[in-house]
């Protein structure tokens, strides 16, 4: 009969100073040890008497003493372990006192029973602290027995893991959008911040921890800090909680133009610097100053080297737009523009005298002083002539005069005209020509829809397909330079335009 890992009624055959032999109904007999049992406090050695009965735990044998290894404190313990197996099944908690820490984790006293609590199995997060836990009395879950070797391993762990499950089934039933909750901040990414609500966590978004530009969320919240969140969306299918926190407070933009209006002169922080320009902190909301703004000079600035981040500056309010929250400032408009100054030297009217600096495709400019040019558009040049390029009329480096026209501050440009010297032809044309009036010039251009007649140095008129008939051009060998009557049938001075046609006009008189 093999006995080893069951307890067995046994008989006492002998006792000496180190055993007490015992009869357990097997090939061999047992014994145990005499320290054992006057230390084990249920049963006084002095009462062991041979041929009295005692109940002991037979476990193996040992070769060298030629006997079964028998413990009655195992046996009360494998009673014990009746009760831990049932607590185990029950999925029950039992409360265990941490005695001693051992390799891979602690040794617990579950009553009298020694268990194992596996390091993995002492926290939901990684702990390394074990001597943090001797002495204390821990709620616990049996997650193994092994009555034959008398072995339990418990867990902590899952203890924690159904009171955070509770918590979350209970934060989950009663959680809906836009109610304010309160958590710890738990992690802290590079896109968010995770909250722990008491069971479950949310998410904080980077775009919603702040009305103002953060570049990162530790710059506004801190790991452990207690907060108060905003619910703004839950996704009850995958138990997903998207959290606010701007969202506390009032949005600045809201009633910015309460507190600021167009014209007014702010101060703020440059908390961003683009190619495009500078980003300025005011109020918890940002405005840019764009490039175009920052000085009433031409030439190209590089941002970076204009301003730092950090730095304390003032500037103009350009526009405030609410809906699309945006803010424009000037930097340049803090002083008057140079160019309001120009108008006082450079009227409208004024003739001056210039060097033609470049010639471009379709005018010319003229340099006036240093560092400011004047543009003489091509439709400018004259009243009469016409030319395919104003390289046929200028050269860079002469010497011309010219009338200011017009000053444009916005593109910072004084435009010029030459022909404005002289008095357009135009002004006495009705003098001259009448609707109506049969007229005789001479063929310049011949277009795909209509002829150009010159009527006389610098003034020409159009006759339109539509006041062509049919075959005129070619049964009257009409050509460039040909001589020709027209009706004059539109005259706009306005326009410089006269509108000529051929229809009952007679050649014949030419």
Not at 152 to 171: G, M, Q, W, Y
Not at 244 to 269: A, C, M, S
Not at 363 to 372: C, T, W
Not at 487 to 493: A, G, K, Q
């Amino acid at each position: 009969m093999n006995s080893k890992g069951f307890i067995r009624q046994g008989k006492i055959l002998n006792i000496d100073e180190s055993y007490v032999y015992v009869d357990v109904g097997d090939k061999s007999d047992g014994i145990i040890t005499v320290k054992e049992i006057s230390s084990g406090g249920s049963i006084d050695i002095t009462s062991v008497t041979i041929g009295s009965s005692i109940e002991v735990f037979v476990g193996s044998y040992d070769d060298k003493l030629g006997y079964l290894i028998c413990s009655k404190e195992k046996a009360k313990n494998v009673y014990a372990l009746d009760d831990i197996e049932r607590v185990c099944n029950d999925n029950e908690l039992i409360k265990g006192t941490v005695a001693a820490k051992t390799k891979g984790g602690l040794i617990v006293d579950l009553n009298g029973v020694t268990a194992f609590l596996p390091g993995s199995q002492i926290d939901v997060k990684l702990t390394r602290d074990f001597d943090s836990f001797i002495g204390k009395t821990l709620d616990l879950k049996v997650i193994s027995v092994d009555k034959k070797n008398c072995n339990v391993i418990v867990s902590r762990r899952k203890v924690i893991e159904d009171e955070i499950k509770k918590l979350k089934e209970n934060v989950l039933a009663d959680i809906k959008e836009g109610d304010v909750l309160e958590g710890i901040v738990k992690n802290i990414t590079d896109y968010g911040v995770f909250v722990d609500l008491g069971g479950m966590d949310g998410l904080i978004y980077i775009t919603d921890i702040s009305w103002k530009r953060i570049s990162h969320p530790s710059e506004i919240l801190n790991l452990g800090q207690k907060i108060n969140v905003k619910v703004i969306k839950y996704d009850e299918e995958k138990h997903r909680v998207s959290l606010g926190y701007k969202q506390l407070f009032n949005d600045p933009w809201q009633n910015i133009t309460d507190r600021h209006k167009q014209g007014d002169i702010i101060e703020g922080v440059i908390i961003n610097i683009t190619d495009y320009g500078a980003f300025v902190e005011l109020d918890d909301v940002e405005g840019l100053i764009h490039l175009s703004e920052m000085s009433w000079e031409k030439k190209q600035i590089d941002p970076k080297t204009f301003f730092t981040k950090g730095q304390r500056i003032k500037a103009s309010i350009l526009s405030i737009e609410p809906e699309t929250r945006k803010l424009s400032l000037s930097l340049k408009r803090l002083t008057e523009s140079p160019w309001n100054l120009l108008k006082n030297k450079y009227p409208v009217g004024k003739v001056i005298e210039g060097t033609v600096k470049n010639i471009y495709e379709f005018g010319i400019a003229v340099e006036l002083e240093e560092n400011l040019e004047g543009y003489i558009k091509q439709n400018d040049f004259s009243w009469t002539k016409r030319t395919k390029h104003p390289n046929e009329l200028f050269k860079t480096g002469e010497k011309i005069k010219a009338v200011v026209l017009s000053i444009d501050e916005e593109k910072q440009r004084i435009y010029l005209g030459i022909k404005q010297l002289t008095e357009s032809p135009w002004l006495h044309i009705k003098d001259k020509y009448s609707v109506g009036a049969v007229v005789t010039g001479t063929v310049s251009n011949i277009t795909e829809f209509g002829i150009f007649v010159q009527l006389e140095e610098g003034i020409e008129g159009l006759i339109h397909n539509s006041k062509i008939p049919g075959n005129f051009i070619r049964e009257n060998n009409i050509s460039a330079g040909s001589k020709i009557n027209a009706e004059i049938i539109m005259l706009d001075t306005n326009e410089q335009k006269i509108g000529l046609s051929l229809i009952n006009v007679n050649q014949n008189q030419l």
